[in-house]
Protein backbone atom coordinates (compact mmCIF):
# COMPACT_ATOMS: atom_id res chain seq x y z
CA UNK A 1 0.00 0.00 0.00
CA UNK A 2 1.40 3.43 -0.16
CA UNK A 3 0.19 6.65 1.10
CA UNK A 4 -0.15 9.36 -1.49
CA UNK A 5 0.78 12.18 0.93
CA UNK A 6 3.81 11.27 2.59
CA UNK A 7 4.48 8.44 -0.09
CA UNK A 8 5.43 5.57 2.33
CA UNK A 9 5.42 2.02 0.95
CA UNK A 10 2.85 0.34 4.12
CA UNK A 11 2.27 -3.28 4.96
CA UNK A 12 -1.21 -4.60 3.57
CA UNK A 13 -2.44 -4.87 7.47
CA UNK A 14 -1.72 -1.44 7.77
CA UNK A 15 -5.72 -0.14 7.51
CA UNK A 16 -6.77 2.20 5.45
CA UNK A 17 -4.57 5.07 7.53
CA UNK A 18 -1.00 5.91 7.52
CA UNK A 19 0.33 5.94 10.89
CA UNK A 20 2.67 8.11 9.84
CA UNK A 21 0.84 11.10 8.77
CA UNK A 22 -3.17 9.93 8.70
CA UNK A 23 -3.84 10.12 5.27
CA UNK A 24 -5.87 8.07 3.70
CA UNK A 25 -3.75 4.61 2.06
CA UNK A 26 -4.25 3.10 -1.65
CA UNK A 27 -4.13 -0.55 -2.09
CA UNK A 28 -1.16 -1.79 -4.17
CA UNK A 29 -3.18 -2.79 -6.98
CA UNK A 30 -4.85 0.73 -7.85
CA UNK A 31 -1.12 2.34 -8.02
CA UNK A 32 -0.43 2.93 -11.39
CA UNK A 33 3.36 2.30 -12.66
CA UNK A 34 4.87 5.12 -14.99
CA UNK A 35 6.08 3.73 -18.16
CA UNK A 36 9.69 3.32 -18.21
CA UNK A 37 11.89 4.53 -20.81
CA UNK A 38 13.17 1.93 -23.90
CA UNK A 39 16.88 1.90 -24.01
CA UNK A 40 18.45 3.27 -27.43
CA UNK A 41 19.89 1.08 -29.38
CA UNK A 42 23.45 1.00 -30.17
CA UNK A 43 23.95 -0.71 -33.34
CA UNK A 44 21.76 -0.11 -36.66
CA UNK A 45 19.56 -2.98 -37.31
CA UNK A 46 20.65 -5.04 -40.26
CA UNK A 47 18.35 -4.35 -43.26
CA UNK A 48 17.60 -8.08 -43.72
CA UNK A 49 16.20 -8.61 -40.20
CA UNK A 50 14.64 -4.90 -39.91
CA UNK A 51 10.86 -5.48 -38.80
CA UNK A 52 8.01 -3.74 -39.98
CA UNK A 53 7.30 0.10 -37.75
CA UNK A 54 4.81 -1.28 -35.26
CA UNK A 55 1.59 0.89 -36.66
CA UNK A 56 2.49 0.01 -40.53
CA UNK A 57 1.14 -2.79 -41.68
CA UNK A 58 2.45 -5.14 -43.81
CA UNK A 59 0.62 -5.32 -46.53
CA UNK A 60 1.36 -1.81 -47.47
CA UNK A 61 5.19 -2.75 -47.26
CA UNK A 62 4.42 -5.20 -50.07
CA UNK A 63 2.76 -2.48 -52.12
CA UNK A 64 5.48 -0.22 -52.01
CA UNK A 65 7.84 -2.81 -52.86
CA UNK A 66 5.68 -3.45 -56.12
CA UNK A 67 5.68 -0.05 -57.37
CA UNK A 68 9.80 0.32 -57.93
CA UNK A 69 9.66 -1.61 -61.16
CA UNK A 70 7.06 0.85 -62.11
CA UNK A 71 9.49 3.39 -61.34
CA UNK A 72 12.62 1.96 -63.01
CA UNK A 73 10.42 1.79 -66.31
CA UNK A 74 9.29 5.08 -66.19
CA UNK A 75 12.89 5.91 -66.04
CA UNK A 76 14.01 4.22 -68.64
CA UNK A 77 11.23 5.70 -70.63
CA UNK A 78 11.59 9.57 -69.97
CA UNK A 79 15.33 8.64 -70.52
CA UNK A 80 14.38 7.31 -73.90
CA UNK A 81 11.89 10.14 -74.92
CA UNK A 82 14.97 12.34 -74.01
CA UNK A 83 17.39 10.55 -76.16
CA UNK A 84 14.79 10.86 -79.30
CA UNK A 85 14.47 14.61 -78.87
CA UNK A 86 18.02 15.24 -78.81
CA UNK A 87 18.15 13.09 -82.14
CA UNK A 88 15.50 14.91 -83.63
CA UNK A 89 17.59 18.33 -82.93
CA UNK A 90 20.83 17.35 -84.45
CA UNK A 91 22.60 16.44 -81.46
CA UNK A 92 23.37 13.26 -82.67
CA UNK A 93 24.67 13.83 -86.10
CA UNK A 94 24.32 10.03 -87.88
CA UNK A 95 24.73 10.05 -91.49
CA UNK A 96 22.43 7.30 -93.20
CA UNK A 97 23.12 7.85 -96.96
CA UNK A 98 20.17 5.57 -97.97
CA UNK A 99 17.37 6.45 -96.11
CA UNK A 100 15.22 8.32 -98.40
CA UNK A 101 12.18 8.52 -96.32
CA UNK A 102 13.31 10.97 -94.98
CA UNK A 103 12.35 13.91 -96.49
CA UNK A 104 13.71 17.28 -96.13
CA UNK A 105 12.85 20.88 -98.11
CA UNK A 106 16.07 21.85 -100.47
CA UNK A 107 17.87 24.61 -98.52
CA UNK A 108 15.78 24.53 -95.85
CA UNK A 109 17.31 27.23 -93.23
CA UNK A 110 18.06 26.14 -90.00
CA UNK A 111 19.02 28.08 -86.71
CA UNK A 112 22.28 28.08 -85.05
CA UNK A 113 21.35 25.39 -82.59
CA UNK A 114 19.77 23.17 -85.41
CA UNK A 115 23.58 23.42 -87.06
CA UNK A 116 25.38 19.94 -87.83
CA UNK A 117 28.47 20.52 -85.13
CA UNK A 118 31.16 19.70 -87.81
CA UNK A 119 29.29 22.19 -90.34
CA UNK A 120 30.94 25.93 -91.02
CA UNK A 121 29.59 28.88 -89.42
CA UNK A 122 27.14 30.66 -92.04
CA UNK A 123 28.57 33.29 -93.73
CA UNK A 124 27.48 36.23 -95.95
CA UNK A 125 29.87 34.78 -98.66
CA UNK A 126 28.40 31.27 -98.45
CA UNK A 127 24.85 32.28 -98.79
CA UNK A 128 26.02 34.15 -102.18
CA UNK A 129 27.57 30.96 -103.37
CA UNK A 130 24.17 28.90 -102.42
CA UNK A 131 22.58 29.12 -105.51
CA UNK A 132 25.32 28.42 -107.74
CA UNK A 133 25.43 24.79 -105.87
CA UNK A 134 22.26 24.04 -107.33
CA UNK A 135 22.82 25.52 -110.58
CA UNK A 136 25.38 23.21 -111.11
CA UNK A 137 23.54 19.84 -111.52
CA UNK A 138 21.46 21.44 -114.28
CA UNK A 139 24.75 22.95 -116.12
CA UNK A 140 24.92 20.09 -119.06
CA UNK A 141 26.83 21.15 -121.78
CA UNK A 142 26.28 18.23 -124.00
CA UNK A 143 22.78 17.54 -123.16
CA UNK A 144 23.58 13.74 -121.85
CA UNK A 145 21.30 14.54 -118.60
CA UNK A 146 24.64 14.19 -116.65
CA UNK A 147 25.91 17.16 -114.76
CA UNK A 148 29.34 18.76 -116.30
CA UNK A 149 30.84 18.50 -113.11
CA UNK A 150 29.64 15.09 -112.54
CA UNK A 151 31.46 13.96 -115.94
CA UNK A 152 34.65 15.98 -115.09
CA UNK A 153 34.76 13.32 -111.53
CA UNK A 154 34.15 10.41 -112.81
CA UNK A 155 36.11 10.74 -116.33
CA UNK A 156 34.34 11.67 -119.07
CA UNK A 157 34.31 14.20 -121.46
CA UNK A 158 31.73 17.46 -120.17
CA UNK A 159 31.80 18.93 -123.81
CA UNK A 160 30.75 15.84 -125.77
CA UNK A 161 28.45 12.82 -125.74
CA UNK A 162 31.28 10.09 -124.93
CA UNK A 163 28.95 6.95 -126.02
CA UNK A 164 28.09 8.36 -129.37
CA UNK A 165 31.67 9.04 -130.20
CA UNK A 166 32.21 5.49 -128.99
CA UNK A 167 29.68 4.18 -131.05
CA UNK A 168 31.20 5.97 -133.64
CA UNK A 169 27.89 8.02 -134.36
CA UNK A 170 30.04 11.36 -133.63
CA UNK A 171 30.10 14.13 -130.63
CA UNK A 172 27.01 15.57 -131.47
CA UNK A 173 24.99 17.59 -128.72
CA UNK A 174 21.84 15.69 -128.57
CA UNK A 175 19.77 12.79 -127.05
CA UNK A 176 20.22 9.97 -130.03
CA UNK A 177 16.55 8.72 -129.12
CA UNK A 178 14.34 11.64 -129.86
CA UNK A 179 13.11 10.86 -133.26
CA UNK A 180 10.80 13.56 -133.18
CA UNK A 181 9.60 16.02 -135.20
CA UNK A 182 12.05 18.43 -136.67
CA UNK A 183 11.73 22.15 -136.50
CA UNK A 184 14.05 25.28 -137.53
CA UNK A 185 12.62 28.71 -136.59
CA UNK A 186 14.54 32.04 -138.43
CA UNK A 187 14.05 35.47 -137.30
CA UNK A 188 14.96 37.99 -139.01
CA UNK A 189 15.97 41.58 -137.89
CA UNK A 190 13.76 43.68 -139.64
CA UNK A 191 15.00 46.93 -137.47
CA UNK A 192 16.17 50.20 -138.97
CA UNK A 193 19.30 49.85 -139.89
CA UNK A 194 19.02 46.93 -141.97
CA UNK A 195 18.16 49.11 -144.57
CA UNK A 196 21.86 50.06 -144.81
CA UNK A 197 23.54 49.45 -148.06
CA UNK A 198 26.13 46.60 -148.45
CA UNK A 199 29.57 46.91 -150.15
CA UNK A 200 27.53 44.89 -153.17
CA UNK A 201 25.04 47.45 -153.81
CA UNK A 202 22.03 45.82 -152.22
CA UNK A 203 20.90 46.41 -148.42
CA UNK A 204 21.19 44.30 -145.59
CA UNK A 205 17.66 43.30 -145.75
CA UNK A 206 17.53 42.57 -149.56
CA UNK A 207 20.50 40.23 -149.07
CA UNK A 208 19.11 38.40 -146.07
CA UNK A 209 15.86 37.87 -147.89
CA UNK A 210 17.54 36.39 -150.98
CA UNK A 211 19.76 34.27 -148.83
CA UNK A 212 17.08 33.02 -146.82
CA UNK A 213 14.73 32.17 -149.93
CA UNK A 214 17.77 30.17 -151.39
CA UNK A 215 18.38 28.46 -148.45
CA UNK A 216 14.66 27.06 -147.75
CA UNK A 217 14.49 26.07 -151.95
CA UNK A 218 17.39 23.48 -150.68
CA UNK A 219 16.49 22.56 -146.93
CA UNK A 220 15.46 19.15 -146.15
CA UNK A 221 11.77 18.95 -146.64
CA UNK A 222 11.12 16.51 -143.47
CA UNK A 223 11.83 19.65 -141.26
CA UNK A 224 8.82 21.91 -140.30
CA UNK A 225 10.01 25.96 -141.05
CA UNK A 226 8.82 29.08 -139.33
CA UNK A 227 9.17 32.85 -139.96
CA UNK A 228 9.25 35.65 -137.23
CA UNK A 229 10.84 39.25 -137.50
CA UNK A 230 10.83 42.07 -135.29
CA UNK A 231 11.75 45.83 -135.94
CA UNK A 232 8.75 45.60 -138.92
CA UNK A 233 6.40 47.94 -136.96
CA UNK A 234 6.29 51.92 -135.74
CA UNK A 235 9.52 53.56 -136.58
CA UNK A 236 13.11 54.34 -135.06
CA UNK A 237 11.91 57.25 -133.84
CA UNK A 238 12.34 57.49 -129.59
CA UNK A 239 8.29 58.11 -130.10
CA UNK A 240 7.69 55.18 -131.82
CA UNK A 241 10.22 52.89 -129.62
CA UNK A 242 7.66 51.33 -127.30
CA UNK A 243 5.30 50.14 -131.03
CA UNK A 244 8.65 48.79 -132.27
CA UNK A 245 9.61 46.74 -129.10
CA UNK A 246 6.14 45.00 -128.94
CA UNK A 247 5.73 44.74 -132.57
CA UNK A 248 6.97 40.84 -133.14
CA UNK A 249 5.21 38.66 -135.41
CA UNK A 250 4.77 35.57 -137.04
CA UNK A 251 4.77 35.85 -140.62
CA UNK A 252 5.34 32.23 -141.68
CA UNK A 253 3.88 29.52 -139.00
CA UNK A 254 6.02 26.95 -138.10
CA UNK A 255 4.89 24.24 -139.90
CA UNK A 256 5.78 21.83 -143.65
CA UNK A 257 7.41 23.75 -145.96
CA UNK A 258 5.73 25.51 -148.95
CA UNK A 259 8.48 27.39 -150.62
CA UNK A 260 5.89 30.48 -152.70
CA UNK A 261 3.90 30.65 -149.22
CA UNK A 262 7.35 31.27 -147.62
CA UNK A 263 8.56 33.82 -150.08
CA UNK A 264 5.43 35.62 -150.00
CA UNK A 265 5.66 36.61 -146.40
CA UNK A 266 9.47 37.50 -146.19
CA UNK A 267 8.79 39.68 -148.95
CA UNK A 268 5.77 40.87 -146.80
CA UNK A 269 7.85 43.46 -145.00
CA UNK A 270 10.42 46.12 -145.06
CA UNK A 271 13.44 47.27 -142.27
CA UNK A 272 11.59 50.23 -139.82
CA UNK A 273 12.12 49.90 -136.44
CA UNK A 274 13.91 48.95 -133.18
CA UNK A 275 15.79 45.44 -132.19
CA UNK A 276 14.05 43.13 -129.62
CA UNK A 277 16.31 40.46 -129.73
CA UNK A 278 15.58 39.45 -126.09
CA UNK A 279 11.74 40.11 -126.82
CA UNK A 280 11.70 37.84 -129.57
CA UNK A 281 13.12 34.75 -127.88
CA UNK A 282 11.05 34.82 -125.29
CA UNK A 283 8.23 35.16 -127.81
CA UNK A 284 9.41 31.62 -129.77
CA UNK A 285 9.39 30.28 -126.25
CA UNK A 286 6.03 30.97 -125.47
CA UNK A 287 4.09 31.07 -128.97
CA UNK A 288 6.68 29.24 -131.23
CA UNK A 289 7.37 26.44 -129.35
CA UNK A 290 5.12 25.90 -126.27
CA UNK A 291 3.69 21.98 -126.92
CA UNK A 292 6.77 20.99 -129.03
CA UNK A 293 9.54 20.56 -126.21
CA UNK A 294 10.19 17.20 -127.11
CA UNK A 295 10.73 18.11 -130.39
CA UNK A 296 14.17 18.79 -132.15
CA UNK A 297 14.24 22.44 -132.78
CA UNK A 298 16.37 24.82 -133.90
CA UNK A 299 17.13 28.38 -133.93
CA UNK A 300 18.62 30.70 -136.26
CA UNK A 301 19.07 34.18 -135.92
CA UNK A 302 20.06 37.08 -138.78
CA UNK A 303 21.04 40.50 -137.53
CA UNK A 304 23.08 43.29 -137.76
CA UNK A 305 22.57 45.08 -134.27
CA UNK A 306 22.96 44.59 -130.50
CA UNK A 307 19.67 44.53 -128.45
CA UNK A 308 17.79 48.05 -128.36
CA UNK A 309 14.90 47.27 -126.32
CA UNK A 310 15.85 47.15 -123.03
CA UNK A 311 16.63 43.16 -122.89
CA UNK A 312 18.87 41.11 -121.76
CA UNK A 313 19.24 38.48 -125.32
CA UNK A 314 22.06 36.72 -123.50
CA UNK A 315 19.37 35.83 -120.44
CA UNK A 316 16.65 35.27 -122.84
CA UNK A 317 19.01 32.51 -125.04
CA UNK A 318 19.62 30.89 -121.99
CA UNK A 319 16.20 30.92 -121.01
CA UNK A 320 15.04 29.10 -123.94
CA UNK A 321 17.88 27.09 -123.85
CA UNK A 322 17.59 25.99 -120.24
CA UNK A 323 13.53 25.21 -120.72
CA UNK A 324 14.51 22.58 -123.22
CA UNK A 325 12.72 24.45 -126.19
CA UNK A 326 15.88 24.19 -128.09
CA UNK A 327 18.82 22.04 -129.36
CA UNK A 328 20.48 24.98 -129.96
CA UNK A 329 20.67 28.92 -131.24
CA UNK A 330 22.72 29.64 -134.26
CA UNK A 331 23.13 33.62 -135.18
CA UNK A 332 24.16 35.07 -138.12
CA UNK A 333 25.88 38.51 -137.59
CA UNK A 334 25.37 40.52 -140.99
CA UNK A 335 28.23 42.98 -141.72
CA UNK A 336 28.53 43.95 -137.69
CA UNK A 337 30.61 46.26 -135.87
CA UNK A 338 33.02 44.28 -132.85
CA UNK A 339 30.51 45.16 -130.18
CA UNK A 340 27.58 44.16 -131.49
CA UNK A 341 29.59 40.69 -132.87
CA UNK A 342 30.33 40.17 -128.75
CA UNK A 343 26.91 40.60 -128.08
CA UNK A 344 26.30 38.05 -130.22
CA UNK A 345 28.41 36.12 -130.00
CA UNK A 346 27.46 35.84 -126.45
CA UNK A 347 23.91 34.84 -127.51
CA UNK A 348 24.81 32.53 -129.53
CA UNK A 349 26.87 30.30 -126.71
CA UNK A 350 24.34 31.10 -124.01
CA UNK A 351 22.07 29.44 -126.47
CA UNK A 352 24.23 26.28 -127.23
CA UNK A 353 24.95 26.96 -130.54
CA UNK A 354 27.83 28.69 -132.94
CA UNK A 355 28.34 32.31 -134.18
CA UNK A 356 28.63 33.27 -137.74
CA UNK A 357 30.04 36.30 -139.27
CA UNK A 358 29.16 37.51 -142.88
CA UNK A 359 29.91 41.03 -144.79
CA UNK A 360 28.05 40.09 -147.70
CA UNK A 361 25.33 38.05 -149.20
CA UNK A 362 27.53 35.30 -150.39
CA UNK A 363 28.92 34.85 -146.97
CA UNK A 364 25.37 35.00 -145.42
CA UNK A 365 24.29 32.03 -147.78
CA UNK A 366 27.51 30.08 -147.16
CA UNK A 367 27.00 30.59 -143.10
CA UNK A 368 23.12 29.44 -143.64
CA UNK A 369 24.45 26.02 -145.89
CA UNK A 370 27.00 25.33 -142.79
CA UNK A 371 23.81 25.61 -140.38
CA UNK A 372 22.06 23.30 -142.10
CA UNK A 373 25.29 20.88 -142.41
CA UNK A 374 24.92 20.98 -139.08
CA UNK A 375 21.92 20.33 -138.42
CA UNK A 376 21.91 17.92 -140.48
CA UNK A 377 24.57 15.47 -138.97
CA UNK A 378 22.44 15.80 -135.82
CA UNK A 379 19.65 14.30 -137.45
CA UNK A 380 21.84 11.95 -138.72
CA UNK A 381 23.25 10.60 -135.58
CA UNK A 382 19.84 9.95 -134.34
CA UNK A 383 19.56 6.23 -136.52
CA UNK A 384 23.07 5.77 -135.66
CA UNK A 385 22.88 4.89 -132.47
CA UNK A 386 20.64 1.74 -133.46
CA UNK A 387 22.97 0.34 -135.94
CA UNK A 388 25.70 0.42 -132.85
CA UNK A 389 23.77 -1.26 -129.65
CA UNK A 390 26.55 -3.10 -128.27
CA UNK A 391 29.31 -0.24 -127.91
CA UNK A 392 26.34 2.43 -127.00
CA UNK A 393 25.03 0.51 -124.47
CA UNK A 394 28.22 -0.59 -122.74
CA UNK A 395 29.45 2.76 -122.48
CA UNK A 396 26.44 3.69 -120.71
CA UNK A 397 26.15 0.77 -118.48
CA UNK A 398 30.16 2.10 -117.84
CA UNK A 399 28.99 5.36 -117.05
CA UNK A 400 26.32 4.40 -114.77
CA UNK A 401 28.71 2.37 -112.67
CA UNK A 402 31.03 4.78 -112.34
CA UNK A 403 28.28 7.19 -111.46
CA UNK A 404 27.05 5.01 -108.56
CA UNK A 405 30.24 4.49 -107.01
CA UNK A 406 31.04 8.19 -107.23
CA UNK A 407 27.40 9.47 -105.88
CA UNK A 408 28.19 7.82 -102.73
CA UNK A 409 31.78 8.73 -101.67
CA UNK A 410 30.25 12.21 -103.10
CA UNK A 411 27.29 12.42 -100.69
CA UNK A 412 29.09 11.62 -97.62
CA UNK A 413 31.85 14.56 -98.11
CA UNK A 414 29.21 16.79 -99.40
CA UNK A 415 27.23 16.10 -96.27
CA UNK A 416 30.05 17.32 -93.76
CA UNK A 417 29.38 20.28 -95.59
CA UNK A 418 26.02 21.16 -96.71
CA UNK A 419 23.56 18.43 -95.20
CA UNK A 420 20.43 19.66 -96.82
CA UNK A 421 22.34 20.26 -100.31
CA UNK A 422 23.70 16.26 -99.78
CA UNK A 423 19.51 15.41 -98.99
CA UNK A 424 18.87 16.77 -102.14
CA UNK A 425 21.52 15.26 -104.30
CA UNK A 426 20.80 11.75 -102.45
CA UNK A 427 17.33 11.75 -102.67
CA UNK A 428 16.16 14.61 -106.13
CA UNK A 429 19.01 14.25 -108.30
CA UNK A 430 21.00 11.10 -107.77
CA UNK A 431 17.70 8.81 -108.28
CA UNK A 432 16.23 10.69 -111.51
CA UNK A 433 19.70 10.38 -113.22
CA UNK A 434 19.76 6.45 -112.09
CA UNK A 435 16.51 6.24 -113.61
CA UNK A 436 17.45 7.92 -116.96
CA UNK A 437 20.58 5.89 -118.01
CA UNK A 438 18.46 2.82 -117.05
CA UNK A 439 16.08 4.02 -119.48
CA UNK A 440 18.74 4.72 -122.19
CA UNK A 441 20.06 1.33 -122.10
CA UNK A 442 16.00 -0.04 -122.19
CA UNK A 443 15.54 2.15 -125.19
CA UNK A 444 18.58 1.38 -127.00
CA UNK A 445 18.05 -2.55 -126.75
CA UNK A 446 14.02 -2.28 -127.73
CA UNK A 447 13.96 1.01 -130.41
CA UNK A 448 11.37 3.08 -128.40
CA UNK A 449 11.52 6.26 -126.57
CA UNK A 450 8.29 6.14 -124.58
CA UNK A 451 9.63 6.39 -121.22
CA UNK A 452 12.27 8.90 -122.00
CA UNK A 453 10.13 12.23 -122.25
CA UNK A 454 8.74 11.24 -118.53
CA UNK A 455 12.06 11.25 -117.31
CA UNK A 456 12.87 14.10 -118.99
CA UNK A 457 9.58 16.08 -117.60
CA UNK A 458 10.61 14.93 -114.22
CA UNK A 459 14.26 16.24 -114.42
CA UNK A 460 12.64 19.68 -115.81
CA UNK A 461 10.41 19.37 -112.56
CA UNK A 462 13.34 19.20 -110.53
CA UNK A 463 15.48 21.97 -111.98
CA UNK A 464 12.63 24.28 -111.18
CA UNK A 465 12.09 22.81 -107.56
CA UNK A 466 16.07 23.58 -107.01
CA UNK A 467 15.35 26.98 -108.21
CA UNK A 468 12.61 27.99 -105.98
CA UNK A 469 14.41 26.88 -103.37
CA UNK A 470 17.08 28.96 -103.95
CA UNK A 471 14.48 31.99 -104.40
Known sequence: MLCPKCGSNLPEQTGNL??????????????????????????????????????????????????????????????????????????????????????????????????????????????????????????????????????????????????????????????????AVKNVLFILDSSGSMAQTLSTGETKMEAAKTALKNHIAKIDPEFNIGLVAYGHQGSNNTTDKPVSCAGIETLYPLGAIDKDRFNQSVDSFSPTGWTPIAGSFLYAKDNIFKGKEYDKNFLVLVSDGEETCDGDPVAAAKQLKDAGVTAEIDVIGLAVDENTKKQLEAIAAA??????????????????????????????????????????????????????????????????????????????????VNKYLNELVRISNKGTNEQIQKLEEEMKKLQEKSKQAIN
Request: net charge negative.
Open 351 to 432: GGGKYYSASDPVELSNALAEIDTERNNIIANMGCVFTNQIAYVSCIQNIQLKFINWAHQYFFDLYKKDKAEAIFFRDEYRPV
Open 18 to 179: CPHCGNQVIPAAEVKTPPQPQPILTQTPSPITAQPLPNQPLQNQKKGKSKLPLILIGLLLLLLLVGVGLFANGSFDTINPFKSEIEEPINQPTSSAQENPIQEPTTSATQETTPSAYTKYFTDADQDKIADFVETAIGTDPAKNDCLAQAGCGESQVDPFKT
